[in-house]
């Protein structure tokens, strides 16, 4: 019995830990819908509004993607160091200022050079005359964003992972609501977007400051020198890097596979491009979990609950798996409604619904294969999941090409590519985790 509940409290904790990160996870996609959506109904200014947001969405998410890569091992660092206040406090305050310091040069770098770079990008006329002050206001959010991001990750690492959850919501529910009044109560059209989401990321910096002021949890500033400065920013890029490799290289072989797509002709890249999109959609519950199950590994593992850290790991690939069911099955169920959402019909939704549950049926060894991920960065073995995930995206453009080269191929046949490459993923990482646990440098 006390083994099951034991059992239980850990299953509880990840559940908890992993709300927030979800939740993040999901509202971005929701505040990014949200500003298209505003900037569609900007009357005359609609469609110069809906192009310049497009061509701001790569800028924007080179922004996010900086502040991802240093602000989420953030967790891992603080958490690692729970029962040391002096070094954690220094190694919080240390890794907050290295992610607000390089979101500050890019956005330095970036409005320095915004006056060829919009241009390069495609834009001009009343687009580009739009981005640039878009764009400037942006790059000024950046900098908050990253104070507000490193702060609330640390909140979680602390801990608190309820307290992240709320401040969460409350900033994405300010960014719409301000996002609204400042483009058509204020009348500030297409730049009141840009001050909007300005407005919102200072309230999550500020709320995410009183709560550690408040709950006396704030980093006393404390300058690391020497080796322990180059150890925990080895560590940050060690694990920004493992945490985002799969990202940009999946980015990249999707290129490939929608060349071997094109050659069977427009409809089938369209359709294509829907599944990826759902795809993604639906792994970003496991991608939470993962996260979580990270965090609390340093956690329990900076408690000194060594037994408790096992059985989370145990749990996480259990829980994850299971995930994994249940999303397959749901995206099999629910296709037909997710590709008419995105206005496809006839038989270009009948080939995207195809696509769409021919990728999900790994979602299981996606959902494992992203809890493993989580084992070994705590673990430091963030360089082997870097391996495996250019293993899995190299399968996949491999297979995608190869199968698009068979005599008689239909698209059904070449997406098998995707399920294929995330088994060849999860294979590479069991056989890894159960040679590590044999000779002793992972104890599960």
């Given amino acids: 019995m ?26 971005e996609l929701l505040t990014a819908a949200a500003d298209m959506f505003f900037a569609g109904h900007l009357n005359g200014q609609s469609a ?25 091992p953030i967790g891992v660092v603080v958490a690692r160091l729970i029962g040391d206040r002096e070094r954690r406090d220094g190694r919080f305050f240390f890794a907050t200022v290295v992610c607000v310091g390089v979101s500050g040069l890019l956005s330095a770098a970036f409005v320095a050079n915004a006056g060829w770079l919009l241009p390069a990008l495609g834009a001009q006329g009343e687009e580009l005359i739009l981005l640039e002050g878009y764009l400037v206001v942006q790059a000024a959010s950046n900098v908050v964003s990253a104070i507000g991001f490193s702060l609330a990750t640390g909140i979680r690492a602390l801990g608190h992972p309820i307290v992240e959850t709320v401040i969460t919501t409350v900033s994405v529910v300010a960014d719409i609501a301000l996002n609204a009044f400042c483009a058509f109560g204020l009348n500030l059209g297409f730049m009141g977007l840009a001050y909007g989401t300005l407005a919102s990321e200072a309230i999550c910096a ?54 071997a797509m094109a050659a069977m002709g427009a409809d089938q890249v369209a359709a294509w491009g829907i599944a990826q999109r759902f795809y993604m959609l639906a792994i970003t519950p496991m991608v939470g979990v993962s996260s979580a199950a990270q965090t609390l590994l340093a956690l329990y593992e900076g408690r000194g609950d060594i037994e408790d850290s096992k059985l989370l790991a145990r749990v996480a690939v259990c829980l994850s798996a299971a995930l994994g069911v249940v999303t397959g099955l749901l ?27 021919i990728l ?32 899995r995206n190299v399968s996949f453009v491999i297979l995608a090409l190869c199968l698009s080269t068979v005599q008689g191929a239909t698209y059904g046949f070449v997406a098998l590519s995707v399920p294929l490459a995330d088994c060849v993923a999860a294979v590479l990482l069991f056989a890894f985790i159960r040679r590590s646990c044999r000779v002793g440098r992972i104890a599960l």
């Fill in 2 to 27: 006390g083994g099951a509940c034991r059992s239980g409290k850990v299953a509880l904790d990840l559940f908890m830990f992993s709300i927030p990160i979800t939740v993040s996870l999901i509202a």
């Fill in 48 to 72: 110069h509004a809906l192009a310049a947001m497009s061509f701001a969405a790569p800028i924007v998410g080179m922004f996010v993607s900086v502040q991802a890569l240093l602000a989420l």
């Fill in 206 to 259: 500020v709320m995410c400051a009183a709560w550690l002021m408040h709950a006396r949890l704030f980093p006393v500033p404390h300058v690391l020198r020497g080796k322990e400065a180059i150890m925990c920013l080895r560590e940050l890029v060690e694990i920004g890097v493992a945490q985002g490799a799969p990202q940009l290289a999946s980015s990249i072989a999707v290129v490939f596979s929608n060349a």
């Fill in 331 to 357: 995206s099999a169920c629910g296709a037909d409604v997710f590709v008419a959402a995105f206005g496809a019909v006839g038989l270009l939704g009948e080939t995207a619904k195809e696509g769409l549950v």
């Fill in 360 to 391: 999900c049926v790994a979602l299981p060894f996606v959902g494992a294969s992203q809890a493993l991920d989580a084992i070994l960065i705590v673990h430091g073995f963030s360089r082997y999941i870097i391996a495996v995930c250019l293993c």
